[in-house]
């Protein structure tokens, strides 16, 4: 039950996110983040271990509440700090150009009946430094550029890793 909880509080966490720092309180913004972090990557492991994982339809709905979540929750996050704290776009666009990437390669999974099922560890490490990236423009705005080097590190063979996948699952076994 707690996975399930955490999954649906991620969008609301944003938004405390957001009010932090409208009222330039960047220290508690950037815990907010680390718990937005936090429960990203312990609501699946939480909601598995649950009794509720068992059932289909709630396991579905948790997944597609997860992602739209944490994507919802990245780039609202991140637009906000472009807007009120001057976080370098260029620095946005690399991690929203890697999304649309991913993106591409989801709907491809779909449009080829190749469904991706898992997120691959590469990926999710790179998720991981766009959430470190901003709580590194909150706490020490000048190391935040070296966030892209695992971001580019992790994200491109992550990525490469998703598209691999795709090819190699035979839609006829399915």
């Known amino acids: 039950m707690l996975g399930l909880v955490m999954t649906y509080c991620k969008p609301l966490n ?13 220290v508690l913004a950037a815990v907010s983040i680390v718990f937005l972090m936090l429960c990203d ?3 699946g492991v939480l909601f598995r271990r649950s009794p509720l994982a068992s059932n289909k339809r ?21 637009i906000t700090m472009i807007i009120f704290l ?5 620095l946005y666009a690399i991690g929203f150009l ?30 991981g430094f766009l959430g470190i990236m901003s709580v590194m423009w909150l706490v020490k705005p000048v190391l ?3 966030c892209l080097i695992p971001l580019l590190s992790f994200g491109i063979p992550g990525a490469w890793q998703y598209y691999q996948t795709v090819l190699s699952i035979n839609p006829s076994s399915k």
Do not use: C, H
């Open 98 to 127: 890697r999304e649309m990437i991913l993106l591409s390669i989801i709907v491809y999974s779909y449009k080829t009946n190749r469904l991706i099922r898992e997120p691959n560890m590469s990926s999710r490490i790179a998720t």
């Open 14 to 26: 944003a938004l405390l996110v957001i009010f932090l720092i409208l009222n330039n309180q960047k």
């Open 86 to 90: 001057n976080f370098p776009w260029y």
């Open 41 to 43: 990557i312990f609501d």
């Open 144 to 146: 935040t550029p070296w």
């Open 58 to 78: 709630l396991l579905w709905t948790r997944r597609v509440a997860d992602v739209v979540g944490d994507r919802l929750a990245i780039e609202v996050v991140a």
